[in-house]
């Protein structure tokens, strides 16, 4: 799965300048005081490029983000060199898997945001997931999520979307066709990018599949039961109770 998203890096914050990282930090960090107000350390389970974790650092958490994809690690790292020293200093990556990353530090709080955990895709996969959120974690320290929302995936059916955009250097043009696998509860984005460099105008084509599973609340408990005791569900960025118009979950577990 690595060398997607190695190749998804080139281009990664392009894609996703205009996602409110700040908004979404603050909303984590809300619910991280909410429940556990003297929280300082938190372990982010894919990191991507590090934008969620800097705007968690500029809070005063201090952040260590673990990512697959050596590609979302140096651009993570580069994001990290630009910053005030004062939150750089809060901020620290390293190479590893949401399934089997162990870094032999316990923490206040675990993340996992932006389909870190849509991105695991079987049964195993999720439980594996949860117990590496388990054993970073004391008793008290929570675990908090998103996730593609069952229900509204199946209400509101993935359809074929078209994103166009550039900066100084690169236009970029992604075509987005979805596969339902519905007795294995998982869609196949399969995007196909064409890369036009502006200098030159030489166009690189890049394929890519993103398996993505939607999950449904009852089948929660299956995965991380004995590790975890529920919270909070809602509609992500909000205190909505989720429904079939939800496609973004979110989950807040506490350590038992």
């Known amino acids: 799965m690595?060398?997607?998203?190695?190749?998804?890096?080139?281009?990664?914050?392009?894609?996703?300048?205009?996602?409110?990282?700040?908004?979404?930090?603050?909303?984590?960090a809300a619910h991280i005081c909410a429940q556990q107000p003297q929280a300082k350390r938190i372990l982010e389970l894919g990191c991507g490029t590090g934008a969620h974790a800097e705007h968690l650092a500029r809070m005063g958490y201090v952040v260590h983000g673990v990512d697959m994809s050596e590609a979302m690690?140096?651009?993570?790292?580069?994001?990290?060199?630009?910053?005030?020293?004062?939150?750089?200093?809060?901020?620290?990556?390293g190479l590893g898997d949401a399934r089997s990353v162990r870094t032999e530090e316990i923490y206040d709080v675990v993340i996992s945001l932006f389909h870190v955990m849509s991105y695991q895709t079987t049964n195993a996969d999720l439980k594996?997931?949860?117990?590496?959120?388990?054993v970073h974690l004391q008793t008290g320290g929570v675990f908090l999520f998103d996730f593609w929302y069952g229900p509204a995936v199946l209400t509101q059916r993935p359809e074929v979307r078209v994103?166009?955009?550039?900066?100084?250097?690169?236009?970029v043009t992604?075509?987005?066709?979805p596969v339902m696998h519905v007795n294995e509860?998982?869609?196949?984005?399969?995007?196909?990018?064409?890369?036009?460099?502006?200098?030159?105008?030489?166009?690189?084509?890049?394929?890519?599949?993103?398996?993505?599973?939607?999950i449904f609340l009852p089948e929660l408990p299956c995965y991380f039961a004995g590790k975890f005791s529920p919270s909070t569900s809602h509609a992500w960025m909000t205190n909505k109770p989720l429904?079939?118009?939800?496609?973004?979950?979110?989950?807040?577990l506490i350590r038992e």
Do not use: C
């Open 73 to 93: 690690l140096a651009r993570a790292e580069a994001r990290m060199a630009g910053l005030p020293p004062e939150v750089a200093a809060r901020l620290s990556f």
């Open 128 to 134: 594996a997931a949860f117990e590496t959120a388990s």
């Open 2 to 28: 690595s060398h997607v998203f190695d190749t998804y890096a080139r281009y990664y914050d392009l894609l996703y300048r205009d996602k409110d990282y700040s908004g979404e930090a603050e909303y984590i």
């Open 174 to 177: 992604r075509i987005a066709e």
């Open 185 to 214: 509860n998982v869609v196949d984005v399969n995007y196909t990018v064409f890369i036009e460099l502006k200098m030159s105008g030489q166009v690189e084509q890049v394929n890519e599949t993103h398996r993505m599973r939607y």
């Open 163 to 171: 994103k166009r955009l550039e900066d100084d250097e690169i236009k």
């Open 243 to 252: 429904n079939e118009e939800s496609w973004g979950g979110f989950q807040m």
